[in-house]
C-alpha cells in the first residue's frame, strides 16, 4: 500500500476564527501541534517522500515544526482555495501513479485504521474517487453530499453555495479524499471559481469526474468525531479532551493507575511503566518518560523528563527536562528547574530548587536549599537554607561537592567553589574558598553575648 500512496496535507489556511496571531494548524491539542497529529497519521500510510504539506500563511513556521519529519513541501502564496492548493503541487506530483490521500493540517482526529480503510476502499474500486462522510445532526457549515436516487453521489455542495434544500440534507462531505492520481492531476484544472467566494473547490471535482464518465464512492463514517475540523478555540478545546480522554485510557490499560483520570493531563508522547500511580491533576508533559512503580504526587507536573523504576514524586513538585534514577523521592513542593540528573535513592525535599545540578545516589537536600550549577557526589547531606551562590552578575560558577561531605544548615557556598571529600561545612558559613577533604570550614563571626542588655533597654524605655 505505501509505495502507492501519495499524501497531501492542506495546511495553508490562515484560521480567522481562531481569533489569533499563530497560524491554525500550529495550536496544540493532546500535546502536539495539530498538523503533527496528522503527518503521524500519514506516515502510517506513506514513506516521507511520498507526503507533501501545502503551507502559506506563517510557512516558515509550519516548516520547521514538520522539520524532523523529512516529507515535502508545496506553497500556496496566495489562499485561492482548496482545488488551488493541490493545484501548486501538481507541478511535482503529477508523474506519480497510485492513490492521491487528500488531508487537512486542522482535522488530527482522524485514527489511521479510518484512514487505511479509506485507502483499501478506493483501491479495490472502480471509482476515481471515494471520500469520507458522515451524518451530523447540525451539518451548518460543512459541505453536503448530494446524492441521485441510487444513492450514487453526484456533488459535493459547499454552504455558503447550497440552495435552502441543500442545506437539509445532514450527511456532509469530511474533505478526506482518495483519487485515482491520474484522473485528479488529469482533471484538475478543470476546476473553475463560478462560486460566491470565487475560490477553486476541490469538491468540484467529484461533479468533474462524473462528467467525465467517472464515479465517485462514499465511506460513510459512524463517529463523526473523528473528522473534526478545527475552526476555533472550542473546537480545539473538544479536540484536546478526547485527545487526553484516549490516552489515559491506553495508560489505565495498560496497567497504570490514574486516580480521579477526568483532572489529568497526559501528553501523547508520554510513557508509563506499568503499577506507576498518578494522582490528581498531576501534569505528564513532552516525551517524558516513567518507569514502574512510581507515584506522582497530587499537582506535580513533569515535562520532557525520564523517571526510573521506584521514583516517588511528592505533591505539587515541578520537574522539567531532568533525570531523576530509581527510588528517588522528590518534594513535596520541590522544584526541578532545568536539566538535573538525581542519583538513584537520592533526595530531594520540600522547597528545594535544582538548576543544572547534579546531585549524587544517596544524596539529601531536605529542605528549603538553592542548588544551581552544581556537581554533587554521593552520599552528600545538604542542610536547610544551604544555597549556591553561582551567578555574579556576568556568568555563571560551577560548585562542586564531593562524596561524603556534609554541608550545614544556611550555608552559602560562593562558586567557584570545591568542598572536598568527607569535608564538613559548619551550620551559617559562608564559603569564598576551596575546603580540603575531611576537613571543617567555619566562616561566620563569633558570637557575643551582653547579659542584662535586654532588660537594661526595657527599664530604660520605661523611664
Not at 192 to 214: F, K, Q, S, W
Not at 313 to 321: H, K, L, M, Q
Not at 391 to 415: E, M, Q, R, W, Y
Request: aromatic share 4%; charged share 20%; with cysteine.
Amino acid at each position: 500500500m505505501q509505495d502507492s500512496v501519495t499524501v497531501v496535507i492542506l495546511a495553508a489556511g490562515l484560521g480567522t476564527r481562531m481569533k489569533s496571531r499563530h497560524a491554525k494548524v500550529l495550536h496544540r491539542a493532546g500535546g502536539l501541534s495539530l498538523v503533527e497529529h496528522v503527518v503521524r497519521a500519514a506516515l502510517n500510510l506513506a514513506p516521507p517522500e511520498r507526503i507533501v504539506t501545502v503551507v502559506g500563511y506563517q510557512a516558515g513556521r509550519v516548516r520547521e515544526a514538520l522539520s524532523g519529519f523529512g516529507i515535502g513541501f508545496a506553497d500556496q502564496a496566495e489562499p485561492k482555495g482548496t482545488g488551488h492548493a493541490l493545484m501548486v503541487c501538481r507541478g511535482s506530483l503529477a508523474g506519480r501513479d497510485g492513490m492521491v490521500l487528500v488531508l487537512y493540517g486542522d482535522c488530527p482526529l482522524l485514527s489511521v485504521p479510518t484512514l487505511a480503510r479509506l485507502v483499501e476502499a478506493q483501491a479495490c474500486s472502480r471509482h476515481a474517487a471515494t471520500l469520507i462522510t458522515t451524518v451530523l445532526d447540525d451539518p451548518h457549515g460543512y459541505g453536503r453530499v448530494v446524492k441521485d436516487s441510487s444513492g450514487g453521489i453526484t456533488a459535493i455542495v459547499e454552504e455558503k453555495a447550497a440552495t435552502a434544500q441543500q442545506r437539509l440534507i445532514r450527511e456532509i462531505n469530511s474533505g478526506i479524499y482518495c483519487f485515482r492520481a491520474d484522473l485528479l492531476w488529469k482533471h484538475l484544472p478543470e476546476i473553475g471559481t463560478a462560486n460566491p467566494a470565487g475560490e477553486y473547490y476541490l469538491t468540484d471535482m467529484v461533479e468533474i469526474l462524473r462528467r467525465h464518465g467517472h464515479s465517485c464512492g462514499t465511506m460513510l463514517l459512524d463517529d463523526s468525531r473523528e473528522v473534526l475540523g478545527i475552526n476555533t478555540r472550542v473546537d480545539l478545546a473538544v479536540a484536546d479532551r478526547i485527545f487526553r480522554e484516549c490516552k489515559v485510557r491506553e495508560l489505565m490499560l495498560a496497567g497504570v493507575t490514574i486516580e480521579k483520570p477526568e483532572t489529568v493531563t497526559v501528553d501523547e508522547d508520554v510513557s508509563i511503566g506499568p503499577d506507576s500511580i498518578l494522582e490528581p491533576f498531576t501534569r505528564i508533559l513532552g516525551r517524558t518518560r516513567i518507569g514502574e512503580n512510581c507515584r506522582i504526587g497530587a499537582c506535580s507536573m513533569v515535562t520532557d523528563s525520564t523517571l526510573g523504576d521506584g521514583v516517588q514524586v511528592g505533591p505539587f513538585s515541578i520537574i522539567g527536562t531532568s533525570v531523576v534514577e530509581a527510588g528517588a523521592q522528590i518534594g513535596p513542593y520541590a522544584r526541578l528547574r532545568l536539566e538535573n540528573h538525581v542519583g538513584a535513592g537520592a533526595c530531594v525535599g520540600n522547597f528545594v530548587e535544582l538548576k543544572k545540578t547534579r546531585l549524587g545516589a544517596g544524596s539529601k537536600a531536605m529542605h528549603l536549599a538553592y542548588l544551581g550549577d552544581a556537581t554533587i557526589g554521593k552520599d552528600v547531606n545538604i542542610g536547610a537554607g544551604a544555597i549556591t551562590c553561582n551567578f555574579d552578575g556576568v556568568a555563571k560558577n560551577p560548585t562542586h561537592i564531593h562524596d561524603g561531605a556534609f554541608v550545614g544548615s544556611n550555608s552559602t557556598l560562593v562558586a567557584p567553589v570545591e568542598i572536598g571529600a568527607g569535608s564538613y561545612v559548619a551550620a551559617g558559613s559562608v564559603i569564598t574558598k576551596s575546603v580540603p577533604a575531611n576537613s571543617l570550614a567555619v566562616a561566620r563571626e563569633h558570637q557575643v553575648v551582653k547579659e542584662d542588655w535586654a532588660k537594661r533597654r526595657r527599664e530604660k524605655a520605661r523611664s
